[in-house]
């Protein structure tokens, strides 16, 4: 399986508010800045959110790895 196929699986299995975030910074390119202004919300609060988003990223492919 290809990297980019486990990556794909392993957003899909995210909760849709992490993966929105994650689609946004990294594969639209989005700053936070821009993400807060999006969900009127602070810049602070969507760099938690991306933080807690990226683990739950990690701990999904940490899974997928193991089940290799």
């Known amino acids: 399986m290809t990297d980019g196929r486990v990556i794909r ?3 899909a299995m995210l909760p849709v508010p992490h993966r ?3 689609y ?3 594969y639209l390119g ?3 800045a ?3 202004s999006e969900y009127c919300t602070t810049e602070p609060v969507v760099r938690t ?3 807690e988003a990226m683990l739950e990223l990690r701990r999904i492919l ?3 790895h193991a089940a290799v």
């Open 20 to 22: 929105a975030l994650i």
């Open 62 to 64: 940490r899974g997928a």
């Open 49 to 51: 959110e991306l933080h």
């Open 30 to 32: 989005r700053t936070t």
């Open 9 to 11: 699986q392993a957003m």
């Open 24 to 26: 946004r910074a990294y």
């Open 34 to 36: 821009q993400i807060a």
